[in-house]
T-cell receptor, first 113, second 115 residues
Framework: AQSVTQLDSQVPVFEEAPVELRCNYS??????LFWYVQYPNQGLQLLLK??????LVESINGFEAEFNKSQTSFHLRKPSVHISDTAEYFC???????????FGTGTRLLVSP | NAGVTQTPKFQVLKTGQSMTLQCAQD?????MSWYRQDPGMGLRLIHY???????DQGEVPNGYNVSRSTTEDFPLRLLSAAPSQTSVYFC??????????????FGPGTRLLVL
């Protein structure tokens, strides 16, 4: 069975500082990995995904994540955060070839001025 | 193109009452699913469907029923509401065609309170 661990429930950071949100997964088979973002009182939106190929994936708003198979990790990073990045971030995994997603418990990113 | 719509946005029920949460999509997506979101627990899959007439259980199916008579609609039924079903419910869809794993599109959610 798959599982996803997001160790940090909340990450406070000052505006323009770098941030890393951690995600580790466990699976005995090949996986696809995702980061979703949820802004207050909204549904989830895809931020970025790893399916195959380059292990470094990027989003249009400056986030990036690196798939590390040996460490079974898919940490999310941004070199300089904005107030508008305040949201909850969910890491998710699925088996290759299946559509069911298993989500982590989420990390709330709090960006203050 | 409305995407994924969910109704109602908010609902308060008394223990034992039944209700149906509606989910509709206009993207002709084959795959539809229901999640519940609870504090500190992330999103958990309740039921899913890979196409009209086909449904299956997810991680937490007890107390919920689904059916998929059309591609567009995937209602979630609470047969006898319990306080433990107080949660935010999200419907999600994806195209469902090979290679089978695509972005899932989430609705805005339904907040349910069971007293």
């Amino acid at each position: 069975a798959q599982s996803v661990t997001q160790l940090d429930s909340q990450v406070p950071v000052f505006e323009e500082a770098p941030v890393e949100l951690r995600c580790n997964y466990s699976s005995s088979v090949s996986v696809y990995l995702f980061w979703y973002v949820q802004y207050p009182n909204q549904g989830l939106q895809l931020l970025l995904k790893y399916l195959s190929g380059s292990t470094l994936v990027e989003s249009i708003n400056g986030f990036e994540a690196e798939f590390n198979k040996s460490q079974t990790s898919f940490h999310l990073r941004k070199p300089s955060v904005h107030i508008s990045d305040t949201a909850e971030y969910f890491c998710a995994v699925s088996h290759t070839g299946f559509q069911k997603l298993v989500f982590g418990t989420g990390t709330r990113l709090l960006v203050s001025p | 193109n409305a995407g994924v719509t969910q109704t109602p946005k908010f609902q308060v029920l008394k223990t034992g009452q039944s209700m149906t949460l509606q989910c509709a999509q206009d993207m002709n997506h084959e795959y539809m699913s229901w999640y519940r979101q609870d504090p500190g627990m992330g999103l958990r899959l309740i039921h899913y469907s890979v196409g009209a007439g086909i449904t299956d259980q997810g991680e937490v199916p007890n107390g919920y029923n689904v059916s998929r008579s059309t591609t567009e609609d995937f209602p979630l039924r609470l047969l006898s509401a319990a306080p433990s079903q107080t949660s935010v419910y999200f419907c999600a869809t994806s195209p469902g065609r090979a290679p089978f794993v695509e972005t899932q599109y989430f609705g805005p959610g339904t907040r349910l309170l069971v007293l």
